[in-house]
């Protein structure tokens, strides 16, 4: 009996090769990674035509348009492929009774709230990036009603770049940084990102009735600044550097950021048994991986 496929897009991404990463622990399933050069997901027939030679029991889609400054100038890029594609692929999926799971982004809100961001709260993206990526959720939906969406936050790993990594690079090279201190989030390492939504393949696969589809968040567990971010990558690696907080006022940027991207995790935890790792093990965890690859 051959074994069930799950097909992960974005395959070179942070979260792509967090999950090969985890790939030898599921020896009971097929992984098919793609990258953007092995398939263009924009394009109906041909990934219709890979669908129905592989015959993929669940999509993870981590492919995604993330440059959120550049989106700002490359809007027909960013809808291109955080929105159209996401639409195709749910399309896709439901036209092959493929599980379709989807990664979503905290920039569908405005970054003003004050209380942790319910799955239900209003959406309001200030940037292209934002929007393109809510389009996304709607085309998913729309286009595929069992559709599983996942918003992240502050996306991190040993892989690619992103702030953990910036930050060891400007620690080694200057005596003195700024970092802004108004913007507060919960990190998410993508290992734990990962593993959650293997977490959720293998509940979806032994009990499809109590899988319900709609929007999820997933977070790592904490609230902090970047500041505070940087101050705790510092700590762990023994770092002289002297770390400056700055208002986002002095560090303008093409598009705006959010300055609360807090997340309430309770459904996903409540829906698939998930747990949430406390931020600071999880960086902790990811400075280790980096030290020692």
């Known amino acids: 009996m051959s074994k069930k496929k799950i097909l992960i897009t974005g395959a070179n991404g942070q979260l792509g090769k967090a999950l090969r990463q985890l790939e030898a622990f599921y020896p009971e399933w097929a992984f098919v990674f793609l990258s953007r050069e092995d398939l263009r997901i924009h394009h109906f027939e041909l990934v219709r035509n890979f669908f129905r030679t592989i015959q993929p029991a669940f999509c993870i889609n981590c492919a995604a348009y993330t440059a959120v400054d550049k989106a700002e100038e490359e809007e027909e890029l960013a809808y291109l492929v955080n929105a159209e594609s996401v639409g195709v692929l749910a399309a896709i999926c439901r036209e092959h009774h493929t599980k379709f799971i989807h990664i979503s982004t905290d920039y ?102 109590n899988c319900p589809s709609g929007v999820y968040h997933f977070c790592n567990e904490g609230m902090i600044s970047w500041y505070d971010f940087a101050l705790a990558i510092k700590a762990y690696t023994g770092s002289t550097c002297t770390i400056n907080p700055i208002p986002s006022s002095a560090f303008p940027t093409a598009a705006r950021r959010p300055h609360y991207s807090v997340l309430d995790c309770t459904s996903l935890q409540v829906t698939f048994g998930v747990t949430l790792k406390n931020w600071k093990e999880s960086l902790e965890h990811c400075l280790d991986k980096i030290k020692n690859p």
Do not use: H
């Open 108 to 209: 569908v809100f405005d970054g003003n709230a004050r209380l942790p961001y319910q799955t239900d709260s209003p959406t309001n993206p200030q940037t292209i990036y934002g929007a393109s990526k809510l389009q996304g959720e709607r085309q998913a939906l729309e286009y595929n009603p069992d559709s599983i969406i996942i918003r992240t936050s502050w996306v991190y790993s040993e892989y690619g770049k992103n702030f953990v990594k910036t930050m060891l690079k400007l620690m080694q090279e200057k005596n003195e940084i700024s970092v802004v201190n108004d913007q507060v989030g919960s990190p998410t390492y993508a290992v734990d990102l990962a593993a959650t939504l293997l977490t959720i393949v293998k509940r979806c696969d032994a009990d499809a009735v």
